[in-house]
Structure formats: C-alpha cells, structure tokens
C-alpha cells in the first residue's frame, strides 16, 4: 500500500515485477488473495481486506489528507484480528500508526524498518513511538523474522481455552506473580482467554513453545515482564468512537447535565480507562460546544485516568497523528486542533487540554472518584472476570451523584446490579444511577473501606469523649463513618505548603517525594499533572 499520485498510472507493478518470482498484480475490486503473490493498490483509491478479498473504495478524505495505510491495516486487523502482521517501510509523515495501534490491539505482529537504514524515516519513527512495534529491522532481516514468526504462530493447531493443561494453569500463576513484583497489578481475575492469548502472541515472538519455558524467560529478563504487561494494556481508542454512543451523549445526556446544575457549578465527568486519551478529549469536545451552546457558566472537569503511565504520558501530552482526520470532522478538527509541524500530526488546543485531569490509575485498586455527572467506561469490563465486575459496577454507583450517567462499552452491562442502575438506551449500553439505596455507599466503596468497627485503627482520632476503657465512643465511630464516607480525601497545610493533617485515601492524589525521607511538602508530593 503506497502513497501514489491519484491522476497518474502507476508503473509500481512493473517495477517490483523485476525484483521477485512471485505474481505481482495492481488490484482489482474484489480481486480474491492467493498465497505466494504480491498485490499493488492503485492510483486514488482506498483499499480494505474482507473475507480474502480486496476492495476499493473511492477516498472520502481531500488530496493530501488520505490515509490509504492506516485505512487497510484497520481493515486488515478488523477481519484477521490475531493473524494480522503488518510491516511499515520507509516513508514521509505518520500515516500507518493508527493502523499499528489496531493491529496489535487485535494480537497481531507489527514490524518497522530501522530508521537509520531509510531514506525517508517518519512512518517508521511514528509508528515505533507508540510503543507497540514488536521488531525493528533492516529490510534484509525482514524475510527470515516474518517466517519464523509465522511458522511459529500458524504451524500448529490453536489449543482451545479449555484444553490447558495443568502445568500449564501453575505456569500462568507464576506468571501473574511475576506480574504483580514488577508493575504492582494483580491480573489474575482478568478472563483467562484475553491473558492467554497476549501470553501466546508474546511466545511466537520469542519462538517459546511451552509457558513453563517463557516462565523461565520472564524471570531472566525483566524488560519482558515489562512487555508483556504493555500487551496486556492495549485497547483499540479513537475520537469518538462508536459515532451513535456519541450522539446519544451529545443529544441527550449532556443537554441534561448543563440543565440540572445552577449557574457556576462543576460537570464532573471520568473517563475511566482512558488509554491515550482520544475518548477522554472527545467527552471534553461535547462538553464544550454545549456549555457554548447554552451560553450559561458552568465549569467542566473531566477526570481522565488509566493503569498504563506511558499511555497517560502520550494523553498530557496532546498529539495525535495525522490518521485522526479520519474520526474526526473538519469543522471540529479546525476548532479544537492545530496541525503540529511536518509530521503531518495534530495537536489538542489549550483550552480543550485544560478542562482534563490525567491521572495513572488502577480502577481495581485505587479509591473511586466521587460525585460525578457521567463515568465512560467502555471495553474494560470485557476483559474482567465476573469477581472484578461485580466490584466495579457498584463502585461506578457509588461515585455517581444521583441520576448520573454511565456509558459502558457495546458488550458489555451492569449484569446482576439493575437496582442501582435505570437504563436509558439497552442497545448503546447507557444508564442512568437510581437514587440512593440503603447500603449500596457501603457496597460501592468496597475493599476501599474498613469495616465499621475496625475505624479506630485505620483513621486518625477524632476530637470526642473517650470511654473510660479508652475506646471510641459510639458518636465518635459515628463521625468517623460519616467523615470516611462522604468527605472526599484531603490535607491540612500550612503557609508553606508543608502537610500537617491527611484525611481519607490520597494514593490518587500524593505520593512520596524523591529524595530526602521526611519532606511532606503538598507540592513536592502532588502527583504528575496536580501541580
């Protein structure tokens, strides 16, 4: 797939006939693929893979904003899902690494040319930035890695989930073990289909052929545990993806949020698993045109978090590459973006960017945010084991205000918890919060919360009368539920910024500044992007 001259005939066909034995063919609409042959895509047309077959399609987007490659590989990863490779050879700009993105966040293999062997390297330096290139080679290294890949992955049969063997299961543990040393997450009540196979695709890669030997890998290389866990992390995100989701938000939902708040208060909104923060700017979008739409002040704040520190590096950060044209219009591309230099990319505005709060975050783990008017969680469940989201769906009740809204992801539903959620569109997976439930704040918090009469060994005393054999009084165990539940973590300073009193849970917030033990200074302590 090239970046040809869409008003020229292409001689690439004849070119690349004089380089190799194979069957070399400039495609036709509908043409069936044959192994054993290559295929050219043709002058001003887009290309796509469905059922081994390729089809044109007259491009959508103006001369010199077609994306021909990113258009194929998320075709290519659409229909072939594991089974996709891509190869990104040397060439200008950035098109192909939204393309990238969708292949390996279907387990397929992505490989680049080495930049220095190039004569134009911006394609593959854009796609080795998002961190999902699996090899870096000179074109000559290329054959002999893509068979052994190959051979690897498709020359034996698929062992169906149900087949594992035994040793094979206590392998998988030691791997969650391994896991949880290294990065701190705990994936063992994640669906053992999804671990399996990352598990597998990073064995092929290896060449490993039993888990018990990739154990023994991981355990002596450190950087692989480190990769197998930015496997685990990747989903497919674009700008308003799944377009009708986003339309009931922008007709329904929103409308409703500005027309429930006075004058002056704040929209709260979380995206809860935000990856590289398409999904977070689009909520940030709607948000804006309708505050300029209603003309009222009401100020929006948009949490955005996720479990991988170098997807919310890329989400602060703001830019995007040029295939982004393709999810987005040109009137809102226009407004709310500027292209960013010569590679073609875009760059989120300023005034957009500061509506947003990016945070690393284990949704699992950490303490929820509260009082919000909309959560969008979307293909994250999917991934879970019924135990995590049995906890996660009342702890999305939870930091909900009442009549609150929560998007989930297309297969996914709030299962067994219909008492705390109404639901506004089955089919788009929306719903609304139900007023508050006896119990259910206890239920939301979950783990986050001791038990009632164990406060007094996890909370700071509270000013009160003591019993005389020095335990809480049932006021001050009282209080000290009420202050748990419903004030939101905090910290005492004093003129200096230096911490005098905490409250709550502040791990999303505050962590433990570099350097000399002792120095509790808020701004020292304030998480990347707090300051």
Same mark, same amino acid.
């Given at each position: ?23 070399? &063919? ?23 893979? +469905? ?33 996709? $490779? ?16 969708? $292949? ?72 969650? @073990? ?54 685990? +992390? ?72 996720? $479990? ?54 284990? @949704? ?17 469940? $999917? ?37 705390? &959620? ?20 206890? @239920? ?42 419903? @004030? ?44």
């Amino acid at each position: 797939v090239q970046h040809l001259a869409p008003d020229h005939k292409s001689i690439l066909t004849d070119l690349i006939r004089r380089y190799t034995r194979m069957q070399v &063919f400039e495609v036709e609409d509908g043409m069936m693929v044959r192994p054993n042959c290559t295929y050219i895509i043709p002058p001003n047309r887009d290309m796509a893979f +469905l059922g081994g077959s390729l089809q044109l399609l007259e491009p959508t987007s103006p001369r010199g904003r077609r994306l021909p490659i990113d258009f194929f590989f998320r075709s290519l990863a659409q229909d072939q899902h594991d089974r996709a $490779i891509c190869v990104v050879l040397s060439g200008t700009g950035s098109d192909g690494t939204l393309g990238v993105r969708a $292949i390996k966040s279907e387990g397929g293999m992505v490989m680049v040319q080495r930049p220095e062997t190039t004569e134009y390297d911006g394609m593959p330096r854009s796609a080795i930035a998002t961190g999902l290139v699996d090899f870096e080679l000179a074109p000559a290294e290329m054959p002999a890695q893509l068979i052994a890949f190959a051979a690897h992955v498709f020359g034996k049969l698929p062992r169906l989930a149900s087949e594992q063997m035994p040793q094979s299961e206590n392998a998988l543990k030691k791997i969650f @073990v391994l896991l949880r040393a290294q990065t701190g997450h705990d994936f063992s009540q994640y669906k053992p289909s999804t671990i399996n196979r990352r598990i597998e695709r990073r064995m092929a890669l290896h060449q490993i052929d039993t888990m018990e030997h990739y154990v023994k890998h991981a355990q002596q290389t450190p950087a692989e545990v480190d990769s197998l866990f930015r496997d685990l +992390l990747i989903g497919v995100t674009n700008f308003f993806r799944d377009p009708l989701a986003f339309k009931a938000l922008e007709q329904k939902v929103i409308p409703q949020l500005f027309a429930g708040k006075p004058v002056g208060d704040v929209i709260r909104v979380w995206s809860a698993g935000c990856a590289t923060g398409e999904e977070a700017y689009s909520l940030a979008i709607l948000l804006t045109e309708q505050q300029e739409s209603a003309r009222q002040g009401r100020k929006i704040q948009v949490f955005a978090t996720d $479990i991988d520190s170098q997807a919310i590096a890329a989400a602060r950060a703001g830019i995007y590459p040029a295939g982004i044209a393709a999810d987005i219009s040109p009137e809102r591309l226009a407004r709310f973006f500027s292209a960013e230099g010569e590679s073609g990319g875009y760059r989120v505005h300023k005034n957009i960017r500061d509506l947003l709060v990016f945070s690393e975050q284990d @949704v699992i783990r950490d303490p929820p945010f509260s009082k919000l008017d909309l959560i969008s969680c979307r293909n994250l469940l $999917i991934y879970m084991g019924a135990e995590l989201q049995k906890k996660l769906i009342p702890l999305f009740y939870y930091a909900l205000n009442p009549g609150g809204s929560l998007l989930l992801g297309t297969s996914e539903t709030v299962g067994d918890f219909g008492n705390l &959620f109404a639901v506004q569109d089955r089919k788009l997976k929306l719903y609304r919060r139900k007023e508050i439930l006896q119990g259910a704040t206890r @239920v939301g918090l979950g783990s986050f919360l001791p038990p009632l009469m164990a406060l007094d060994a996890v909370l700071p005393r509270a000013a009160g009368k003591m019993t005389s054999r020095g335990k809480p009084s049932l006021r001050e165990v009282t209080e000290q539920a009420l202050l748990q539940q419903r @004030v939101p973590a905090g910290a005492l300073v004093n003129g200096h910024g230096d911490i005098l009193y905490i409250h709550g849970r502040t791990g999303m917030y505050l962590e433990p500044a570099v350097g000399e033990v002792g120095v509790y200074n808020i701004l020292k302590m304030a998480r990347e992007g707090l300051r």
